[in-house]
């Protein structure tokens, strides 16, 4: 239902763009989007999240850097990173969830992408 794209390698301080293509399902119109990243041995961090009201929340690493939009046109949810620091390095998911989610709660999010890369030297 969640396909990631868009990961790779850059620079300290380049941009990056990732792309998640889902699928709603049951959620239909209330739904909740989110990006979650994770660094080996490390838990999983939640990055913000988008609803169906298009309302989103950010970590407070990411404020002013990170922007979570959606297009229900195509069904495709971004996350635009800027400014991107060594510490941003983790494999990125795109997750979904009911109405309601939130990002700082990893439970809250049934189905998960298989994630994508993101590398920062």
């Known amino acids: 239902q969640l396909v990631e794209s868009g990961g790779g390698s850059v620079q300290a301080g380049g941009s990056l763009t990732l792309s998640c293509g889902y699928s709603?399902?049951?959620?239909?119109?209330?739904?909740?989007l989110g990006w979650f990243r994770q660094v080996p041995g490390k838990e999983r961090e939640g990055v913000g999240h988008?609803?169906?009201?298009?309302?989103?929340r950010y970590a407070e690493f990411g404020k002013g850097r990170f922007t979570i939009s959606q297009d229900v046109s195509k069904n495709i949810l971004y996350l635009q990173m800027n400014d991107l620091k060594p510490e941003d390095t983790a494999m990125y998911y795109c997750?979904?969830?009911?109405?309601?989610?939130?990002?700082?709660?990893?439970?809250?999010?049934?189905?998960w992408g298989q994630g994508t890369q993101v590398t920062v030297s």
């Open positions: 997750v979904l969830g009911p109405l309601y989610s939130d990002y700082t709660r990893v439970s809250n999010f049934r189905y």
């Open positions: 709603l399902g049951d959620f239909s119109t209330r739904y909740c």
């Open positions: 988008i609803d169906s009201s298009n309302r989103t």
